[in-house]
C-alpha cells in the first residue's frame, strides 16, 4: 500500500499510533528476520520506502496506520499484533479500548470506502438473529461441533480468539444465565458461520467484524467478564 493511498481519517485517526518505538521496531526485525526480508524487500511489498523502514525499525520515526497496515499486508502479521507492538492498544480488556479501535479501524477502512458505524450496525442485527438461534438445541450444537474448527481453520491467535474461547467456556458453563449464554452464542454463531459483512477486499482487517460482534456483547455483559478477562 502507497503512502498516496493513506486518504484522510476519522475523528482520533487524525492522530498518529502512540507507538512504543523501540518495541515495534524489535517486533517488526524479529519478523522480518524470520522471513528472511530486508529492508529492501519490505519496501517492495509494502510500498513504504526504505528510508522510513529504516527509521521505523530503528525508533527514529513513529509508524502511522498506514504504515502498519502495509507491513500487515506484506508480512503476514495480523494489524492487532502490530497495534500491540507498537503500543496503541493495551492488554486490558478490550471493552477498555473500544472507541479507539473503531477510530483505528475506521481509517484503515476508509481505503475501501467502508463506514465503520454502518458496519457495527449491520453486525448489530445479524447478532439479534443468532441470538435466538443459540437457545436452540441445534444452535448449541453447532457452537459445539463448528467453534474449535473454525478456529483451527484461521490458526487463530491474538486477544479476538482469546475472548472467544472465554465466550465458549461460559457458553457451556453454569456462570451465565439463559439470556446471557443467547448474547455469548450469539457472537461465537457469528464467527463460525461468517457474515462477511467485512468483505474480503478488505484484506488485511480479516476478521474485523469478529471483534466488533466481541465488543458489543462485551459491552452488555460488562458483569460477566469483571473477572473473568482473557
Partial sequence: MSNQKQGKALGAADTPPQNDLPALGEFLRQR????????????????????????????KQPAQIYHLQAFSTALGIPMEQLLLAGGAIGTQPMN???????????????????????????????????????????????????????????????????????????????????????????????????????????FPLGFLDDTIAINLALKRLPHLFAQNSP
Fill in 32 to 59: 522480518m528476520a524470520e522471513q528472511d526480508c530486508s529492508m529492501r524487500q519490505l519496501s517492495r511489498e509494502s510500498g513504504v520506502c526504505t528510508a522510513s523502514i529504516s527509521r521505523i525499525i530503528n525508533g
Fill in 96 to 202: 477498555e479500548n473500544v472507541s479507539f479501535i473503531l477510530d483505528t479501524i475506521q481509517s484503515i477502512l476508509f481505503h475501501f470506502d467502508i463506514n465503520i458505524y454502518t458496519v457495527v450496525d449491520e453486525v448489530e442485527q445479524q447478532l439479534k438473529k443468532y441470538e435466538g438461534y443459540a437457545k436452540t438445541e441445534e444452535g448449541k450444537e453447532m457452537i459445539i461441533s463448528q467453534f474449535h474448527r473454525k478456529v483451527k481453520s484461521i490458526n487463530g491467535t491474538g486477544y479476538m480468539v482469546d475472548y472467544l474461547h472465554e465466550f465458549y467456556r461460559l457458553f457451556l458453563g453454569e456462570t451465565a444465565g439463559v439470556q446471557e449464554k443467547a448474547v455469548l452464542g450469539s457472537v461465537l454463531l457469528y464467527f463460525i458461520l461468517s457474515a462477511d459483512i467485512i468483505p474480503d477486499y478488505a
